[in-house]
């Protein structure tokens, strides 16, 4: 795949696997141009070509250094940061031969062109935020393309950006940047459709549609019209028409500054009041649109444009807020005074002091739980609302910023209202109402509680499991709501944190019973809450230093240079039964009531040690049975290198624990800011051993799982270990719904290919 390992490729040649070369929005158009969905043809600069730059420009220390000691709190230190940033990006000289590929591309694409960001940590299931990063349309020429790809580049480092990869836990310097250059659509409509009804979640088709090109939706400028189509046999069941007396298009004086290419036009008056698109073309969209999510095995977020012609796919990505939740909202009894009408679009109830934001540069006054009202949002708003109560726009439909933000932000949500800044006053106390598209005057208590949509209608149906990581009980009940198999790591902990105390120091006070009671009354929240779906509990895994922090520890725990290779896991066991024997007490306290719980060795070094701790289980009581596995975390070397001896214990499971075994494999702490760019996952090292042990426990017929955030972040690796066999993926909360996704589109593909 030489191509592959260029600074440019074109669409045809990338797909869905290629996300890190290309990212979200590259990877997606060259999905939908190999499987012949019409999309506007185009050429990607990769990633390697953005990593490439900072490198040779020495970028990435300077940078790194600026954003040390961020404070992303602060606006208006985080602005400072994020401009100095982007000075020193598009001040930079770009390498000459990226230069000179883009050129080449450029030269044969020809014409207007799109040049959009697609960077690797966006368009994914659990996190998009509409608009972080630049696009410039209506680009023309060689130099321009160039400017507008470092522009791309540099918006990376947008104070909106960066405030998100704060929020997120993101690196900054690790995620990477492709660049999009699409050959311009001029539309004469455009707008968004969502393959699910984003705000009640039903199986609904919502179109918007305006006059001009779709910028005007996303931003939320102007208000479009809605058509609802019933996904089943597509009738069009509910029509918005909203009058639109400008559009934006192209600017007709011939400049090439990528600034300065749109302009805002009058729509003429015989069209302002007209439905956008006729009822013909949008069946055909709808039809389309249901077309890109079976290929995708997940509801879509989709831009879409028109031209005198024909109808195109411009971009696709899935919907990001599809989250289960009680929605409050005011009883249809209620007699509160309505003092707005608009579109909901992020369901729920919030009240609170309202607080008018004209502009960007006052977002700092908006305090946490204030009603934030603007004419619309825009990406720089969204630290102001994260700290809202509710949202109130003048402009805009479901998917514009502020629809999709607050949704992603679990904020209730009204757009469109058409003058709530004129209206409303500040300090003024309204109630807002996301799921009815209504503000209320005052405080209004009454109000009831729906769920958004059965969770039926959500679940997306793999082979392999998707199992979820936990730590925290009382988080349990409503994790176990969602579409997941189980429990595929339940960490102690948490649990032992709360409890306080080091195990040994309670023993010696003569309150052993004690330590095992808290325990087991934490496990059995989260086997009560999942029953009859598994829980499979790792046992505890405390490090010397973090024993030494609970009360009485500095008396037991020895310091040591290296807690991580130290005495733990396993080794504890074996040494100090009568402290294993408390958490096998709460584990068998817990299995009373509840069969689902089962058990989990972490760091075992030698299949001595293994054998050694299931004598000591059987021993207590605990047997392996059909209700009851034991299962065994490969997170060693030795675990790879040794697993048919490992297996031959006779254990039921075992579980991938890939960030330490990608530590251990290529010798680098994952915290070491030096090194982090080698801690990888894909490493043909890591692959390798997770091959050998998931063919391994397969050809054995022994579960097989993993459990770490690599499978969501990484398609291509997801595919490999459902081919290679692996029988459940084990991830963090917010990355459920997407996790089984991807599992969903790599079975498929797999299936097309054997």
Request: proline content about 4%.
């Amino acid at each position: 795949m030489k191509k592959k390992r260029a600074n440019v490729v074109w669409f045809m040649e990338v797909g869905k696997e290629d996300l890190p070369l290309v990212g979200g929005k590259g990877a997606n158009l060259g999905e939908l141009t190999n499987l012949e969905i019409p999309v506007p043809p185009g050429f990607i600069v990769t990633t390697q070509s953005y990593y490439h730059f900072l490198n040779e420009s020495g970028l990435r220390a300077k940078i790194t250094e600026i954003l040390k000691k961020l404070d992303p709190d602060n606006g208006k230190k985080l602005d400072k940061s994020a401009t100095r940033i982007k000075e020193l990006i598009t001040k930079a000289r770009m390498p000459q031969q990226i230069e000179d590929d883009i050129k080449e591309a450029y030269e044969k694409l020809g014409g207007l062109v799109a040049v959009r960001s697609s960077a690797t940590a966006e368009d994914l299931p659990e996190a998009s935020f509409a608009g972080q990063q630049r696009t410039f349309l209506n680009i023309q020429g060689e130099e321009e393309v160039v400017a507008a790809v470092q522009g791309c580049w540099a918006s990376l480092f947008e104070p909106r950006a960066i405030f998100y990869r704060e929020q997120q836990g993101l690196n900054h310097i690790r995620v990477g940047i492709a660049v999009v250059v699409q050959r311009m659509v001029q539309s004469k409509r455009s707008g968004v459709m969502f393959t699910r009804e984003p705000v009640t979640n039903e199986e609904k088709i919502a179109i918007e549609a305006v006059y001009g090109l779709g910028e005007a939706v996303v931003s939320g400028g102007v208000t479009p019209d809605l058509y609802l189509v019933d996904k089943k046999n597509f009738a069009i069941i509910h029509k918005m028409i909203s009058r639109q007396e400008w559009q934006l298009t192209k600017s007709s004086k011939g400049t090439n500054d990528i600034e300065e290419t749109n302009v805002q036009l009058p729509v003429s008056e015989d069209l302002q009041g007209k439905q956008k698109l006729s009822d013909r073309e949008i069946v055909t969209l709808a039809k389309l649109g249901t077309k890109v999510e079976k290929l995708y095995q997940f509801p879509q977020d989709i831009e879409w444009a028109r031209d005198d012609s024909k109808l195109y796919i411009v971009q696709t990505r899935p919907i990001t807020t599809l989250k289960m939740l009680e929605a409050e909202q005011v009883s249809e009894s209620s007699e509160a005074l309505i003092i707005l009408n608009g579109s909901p679009a992020g369901p729920g109830l919030g009240c609170g002091p309202v607080n008018i934001v004209l502009d960007t540069t006052k977002i700092d006054k908006v305090k946490k739980g204030d009603i934030l009202v603007a004419e619309m949002t825009t990406p720089d708003f969204v630290p102001a609302m994260k700290r809202a109560a509710g949202i109130v726009t003048d402009r805009g439909g479901r998917t514009c910023h502020a629809a999709i933000v607050s949704r992603e932000l679990g904020i209730p949500c009204v757009v469109g209202t058409g003058d709530a800044t004129q209206k409303l006053k500040s300090s003024q106390v309204v109630t807002v109402d996301g799921s009815r598209g209504k503000v209320y005057e005052g405080k209004v208590k009454a109000k009831v509680t729906e769920t958004a949509a059965p969770a039926s209608k959500t679940k997306i149906k793999t082979r392999t499991k998707v199992y979820v990581n936990l730590a925290e009980p009382e988080l349990a009940e409503k994790v176990a709501a969602r579409d997941v198999d189980g429990v595929g790591l339940l960490r102690a902990e948490f649990m032992i944190a709360q409890i306080g105390e080091h195990p040994r120091h309670m023993i010696e006070e003569g309150r052993g019973k004690e330590f095992a009671a808290k325990l087991a009354q934490g496990l059995t929240m989260f086997a009560k809450a999942f029953n009859p779906r598994p829980v499979v509990y790792r046992t505890t895994d405390f490090k010397t230093n973090e024993y030494r922090n609970l009360k009485g520890g500095q008396k037991y725990e020895e310091p040591e240079e290296n807690p991580m290779l130290g005495y733990r896991g396993c080794s504890r066991y074996i040494r100090e039964r009568d402290i294993f024997k408390l958490e096998i007490e709460a584990i068998k306290q817990v299995r009373e009531k509840y069969k689902n719980l089962w058990v989990m060795i972490p760091f075992v070094r030698t299949p001595l040690e293994m054998a050694g701790v299931k004598d000591l289980l059987v021993a207590e009581g605990l047997h392996q049975s059909q209700d009851f596995k034991l299962w065994m975390m490969v997170e060693v070397p030795s675990n790879v290198f040794l697993i048919d001896k490992f297996l031959d214990v006779g254990i039921d499971g075992i579980s991938i624990g890939s960030n330490d075994l990608t530590q251990l494999i290529l010798g680098i702490d994952r915290d070491s800011q030096k090194l982090e760019k080698q801690f990888d996952e894909r490493n043909e090292a890591v692959l390798m051993a997770l091959e050998r042990v998931i063919k391994a426990t397969a050809k054995r017929g022994v579960t097989s799982s993993i459990c770490g955030q690599a499978p969501s972040f990484y398609p291509d690796l997801t595919e490999k270990l459902v081919g290679w066999g692996i029988t459940s993926v084990s991830v963090n909360p917010d990355v459920i719904e997407k996790t089984r996704g991807i599992i969903a589109a790599a079975e498929q593909r797999l299936a097309k290919t054997t």
